[in-house]
């Protein structure tokens, strides 16, 4: 691990401005990521700007949006009254993510900016162009049973780990930055990217664009919710395949629903095309079927990973029968 200095700020201006002013600094929050990519030597900030004194841990309602501060600790977002009464899927995620001790320690905007867990990435011996721009993805012709099976580029076929945001792109939810141009608000569908030819960007920020908050409007679907994660082991592994389901069923009747997949993508992966199918259905096993083959229809293997091809699509379906009662 290489030396670095160390800044403390306790405003946004300041937190942006000494990103702005330093091109080799970086934000520290609770560290749970970062540390470790320096320890292996994958990235190697030169100053970290410690930004846990800024005011931006509150959990609040304004209007009829649900606004929870980028530096919220995982675990008290899970475990928030609010949260739990009005966006369920969400605490279910985040339970389903880590371990008691590092949600205690990681905050929405460090887990919404974690980087992948591809073992190219974090092995600097390896090829890989997110790492290292034009080195070539090792993972492509490798060993890839973690990887990604929808949007992959040639580039880069690895996947976005966080689980929290499985649930965030489902609930329609929106976040807030702040940069050096001004304010910023991102649909959560647009803050993450996909490889294409620059691998190496996560995300639509800009440099210097902190996440102050994320908002989650209110909405009819914190009755009927699952957040269905199939991992190696029971707790501390990351997705294979995760399904975020949020439905508003009336009587036997779906509502509305939102779909979200995690585990399958460099993004969350919402499934717009089979929330749309479901609209208007009645709730049952064969509706669901065809929800999943819809979800399905562009995903592509990349040998050891094939097995996720039948995996996601039943663990959809599995998401949706608990959703609904029905498993
Ligand atoms: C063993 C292990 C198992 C894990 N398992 C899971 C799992 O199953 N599911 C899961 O979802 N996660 C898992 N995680 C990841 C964990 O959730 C993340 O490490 C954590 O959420 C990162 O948050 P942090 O506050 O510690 O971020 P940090 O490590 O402090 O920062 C991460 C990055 O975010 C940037 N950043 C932080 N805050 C902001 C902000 N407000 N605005 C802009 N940039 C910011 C930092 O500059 C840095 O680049 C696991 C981690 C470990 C170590």
């Avoid at 306790?10 to 702005?20: F, L, M, N, R």
């Avoid at 591809?118 to 993805?137: A, I, L, S």
């Avoid at 304010?183 to 800009?206: A, M, S, V, Y």
């Avoid at 439905?247 to 993508?265: E, F, H, N």
Wanted: hydrophobic content about 40%.
């Amino acid at each position: 691990m290489i030396n670095f200095n160390y800044l403390r700020v306790s405003t946004t201006k300041g937190a942006v401005d000494a990103i702005v002013r330093d091109s080799a600094a970086q934000w520290i929050a609770g560290g749970t990521n970062l540390i470790d990519l320096m320890k292996k030597g994958v990235m190697s900030p030169q100053k970290l700007v410690d930004i846990n004194n800024l005011p931006l841990k509150e959990i609040k309602k304004e209007g009829n949006k649900l606004v929870i501060g980028a530096l919220a600790l995982n675990s008290a977002v899970a475990d928030n009254e609010l949260v739990r009464k009005e966006q369920p899927l969400l605490s279910l995620a985040l339970q389903a993510g880590a371990s008691a001790q590092l949600r205690n320690m990681a905050t929405v905007g460090g887990n919404m900016m974690q980087r992948t867990r591809c073992p190219y990435f974090y092995n600097p011996d390896m090829p890989c162009n997110k790492r290292e721009p034009g080195t070539g993805c090792g993972a492509l012709k490798g060993f890839n049973r973690m990887h990604a099976i929808f949007g992959a580029s040639d580039k880069c076929i690895a996947v976005h780990p966080s689980d929290m945001s499985i649930a965030l792109v489902a609930l329609d939810s929106t976040v807030l930055v702040s940069g050096p141009k001004g304010d910023r608000r991102i649909p959560f569908q647009n803050f993450h990217r996909l490889p294409g030819d620059l691998p190496q960007k996560d995300n639509t920020l800009e440099r210097g664009e902190l996440i102050v908050a994320v908002e989650i409007p209110d909405n009819k679907l914190n009755k009927n919710v699952h957040y269905l994660k199939v991992r190696d082991r029971a707790s501390y592994a990351f997705a294979l395949v995760s399904v975020a389901a949020a439905v508003d069923l009336q009587g036997d009747t779906i509502k509305d629903v939102r779909l979200a997949m995690g585990g399958v993508a460099h993004k969350p992966w919402r499934l717009m095309e089979a929330e749309l199918f479901l609209k208007g259905k009645p709730a049952s096993e064969a509706n669901f079927r065809e929800a999943a083959a819809l979800a399905m229809k562009d995903a592509k293997g990349y040998g050891h990973n094939n097995f996720k091809l039948k995996l996601a699509p039943n663990t959809l379906v599995e998401a949706l029968k608990t959703a609904t009662g029905k498993g």
